[in-house]
């Protein structure tokens, strides 16, 4: 039998209610992290290809799971989120086995790169359905209320496995293992990617929500301005990826890692902590108070003059983004139909996707133009721009529940 919100568990039970879709999410990001960490050594060093090539290999992915996300919510809306989950899992699932395959069977350089890529485009379809129908599913267990609270788990786990998949790929193609090389990664990301599959069959069936549907770009456009908050706010996570270590460098200062690993560290413990806020305090108020410590976190690393003052940057930078998704999440949720929340999820994640994506881009004009440190004074202003559709979520009365 279907479950729905109607059941949800009381408020202490939430998190286990909804724990086996950040098991997905997590078993599916290892069968994505892994491969992404060994994949320009496979392409390049072993296949012979330059380096456009491996960019292109690295970002195909990417842009294959921003393709998909119409796809995915609707998936989620029409048929239901377990549909979606399930073959979200198969999708990774014959991604690791394609790689398998371009590995192990003999070939030219261009067949299995052709394999490569291949595998890298189902690979990002499967990402696309295991994270929205995974939310999706969540949600509709536990009960909308508890939205952001699911997103932040969700990202936990997904960041945790990214975190966790790559020094794990780079030690199975370095370390002695069941074979040599990428094959092994390919062969244990599969078995990652079969445990996401099978899970995702186990868990306990969500219907559809009934009643009204909207358009897929209906639904994109109601969601829009908080959309574009939250890839606002993604500019200073990507100026720190791309530029601190080189900042660090260009200066002479040491600890350019910690800076790095503070972030994240960071960014994980404040989930921990204080994912409960934006339920709790409204997703809005949350945001902005989110959006503006990351600015001030920018505004350290642009300005410091020595590490210590660029490491306390990172840490409030870090605990800045954090709650930003779960916040604007919530907003955005609010403002689409209970039959239409797989589509906003799609259209919502589509954001982050691409503020991810410009956030290199953007990051690297200011850095060629006015030295590294700008790229944080960037990071900064974007925080602050989108601080203004949090307030106007904070002060709209469309909006209910904001406080």
């Keep these: 039998m279907a479950h729905s919100a109607a059941t949800a568990a009381p408020p202490q039970r939430v998190l286990l209610r909804f724990a086996p879709a950040v098991l997905i999410i997590f078993f599916g990001y290892l069968a994505i992290g892994m491969p992404l960490a060994v ?59 394609i790689q398998v395959v371009a590995c192990v069977v003999p070939a ?36 909308p209320r508890h939205t952001g609270k699911v997103m932040v788990w969700v990202g936990i786990g997904m960041y945790g496995a990214l975190a966790a998949g790559a020094p794990l790929g780079i030690w199975l193609v370095t370390g002695r293992a069941l074979a040599d090389g990428f094959v092994t990664v390919a062969i244990t990301a599969s078995v990652w990617a079969l445990a ?21 770009r209906a639904v994109a456009a109601r969601i829009a301005p ?76 642009w300005l410091a003059p020595f590490p210590a003052v660029a490491i306390a940057g990172s840490i409030l ?9 779960p916040s604007f999440g919530i907003v955005a949720m609010k403002l689409v139909p209970p039959a239409s929340r797989g589509s906003a999820l799609g259209a919502y994640v589509a954001f982050a996707d691409l503020g991810y994506a410009l956030a290199g881009p953007l990051t ?8 590294y440190p700008s790229v944080f004074a960037a990071g900064a202003l974007s925080a ?16 209910a529940s904001q406080g």
Excluded at 75 to 93: E, F, K, T, V, Y
Excluded at 317 to 325: N, T
Excluded at 364 to 371: D, E, N
């Design 317 to 325: 930078s870090g605990a800045g983004v954090s709650l930003v998704f």
């Design 364 to 371: 690297g004009v200011f850095a060629g133009a006015f030295g």
């Design 196 to 216: 996401a599959t099978v899970t995702s069959v186990l868990v306990v069936p969500v219907a559809p929500a009934g009643g009204e549907r909207l358009p897929f």
């Design 384 to 399: 602050a721009m989108a601080v203004l559709p949090a307030l106007y979520a904070a002060n709209s009365r469309n909006i």
């Design 39 to 97: 994949l320009p050594l496979q392409v390049h060093d072993r296949l012979g290809f330059g380096s456009f090539v491996v960019g292109v290999s690295v970002s195909l992915q990417s842009l294959a799971t921003l393709a998909s996300r119409q796809l995915a919510g609707s998936l989620c809306d029409r048929r239901g989120p377990n549909l979606a989950m399930r073959l979200g899992g198969a999708c990774s699932l014959a991604a690791g086995l």
């Design 108 to 143: 030219s350089a261009a067949v299995a790169l052709a394999a490569i890529l291949a595998a890298r485009v189902v690979l990002g379809i499967g990402e696309s359905l295991l994270v929205t129908g995974s939310l999706a599913w969540a949600i509709g267990l536990v009960d």
């Design 226 to 301: 908080f959309g574009a908050g939250l890839t606002l706010a993604s500019v200073g996570f990507g100026a720190i990826a791309a530029f601190a270590a080189l900042d660090f460098r260009m200066k002479g200062w040491p600890g350019a890692g910690f800076a790095l690993a503070t972030f994240g560290v960071t960014y994980i413990v404040t989930r921990i902590l204080l994912g409960h806020w934006p339920d709790r305090f409204g997703g809005a108020r949350v945001a902005m108070v989110s959006l503006i410590v990351e600015a001030g976190g920018q505004i350290l690393l």
